[in-house]
Nanobody, 126 residues
Framework: QLQLVESGGGLVQPGGSLRLSCAASGFTFDSYAIGWFRQAPGKEREGVSCISRRGLRTVYADSVKGRFTISRDNAKNTAYLQIDSLKPEDTAVYYC???????????????????WGQGTQVTVSS
């Protein structure tokens, strides 16, 4: 079974931090670029960040630059999204995605990428 499973979401106060994890199984993890998307209530899904196969290249949406950090540990088949200085507008379901095409992923466009996780809820509330 080809799977991406997100975890680490939760309810956090503004200014707090979370680390989201994306655990992969059933495919060659280090052959794929990884992205994070999110979808807030009433809004379209938007790209947050992505990372290349070796983790040497990263892209961040303007709204999260300086607060979010994407990383990956290919030995553990896991990607991460460290989120600092959380804001209420960060509230969304966060999805992990994997695809061969880093360049498309780097545009932060929603697309029919190869693999999607089920999402993990991040709620920022004061």
């Amino acid at each position: 079974q080809l799977q991406l499973v997100e975890s680490g979401g939760g309810l956090v106060q503004p200014g707090g931090s979370l680390r989201l994890s994306c655990a992969a199984s059933g495919f060659t993890f280090d052959s794929y670029a990884i992205g994070w998307f999110r979808q807030a209530p009433g809004k379209e899904r938007e790209g947050v960040s992505c990372i290349s196969r070796r983790g040497l290249r990263t892209v961040y949406a303007d709204s999260v630059k300086g607060r979010f950090t994407i990383s990956r540990d290919n030995a553990k088949n896991t990607a991460y999204l460290q989120i600092d200085s959380l804001k209420p507008e960060d509230t969304a379901v966060y999805y992990c995605v994997a695809d061969w095409d880093y360049f498309t992923l780097a545009t932060m466009r929603p697309a029919q990428y190869a693999y999607w996780g089920q999402g993990t809820q991040v709620t920022v509330s004061s």
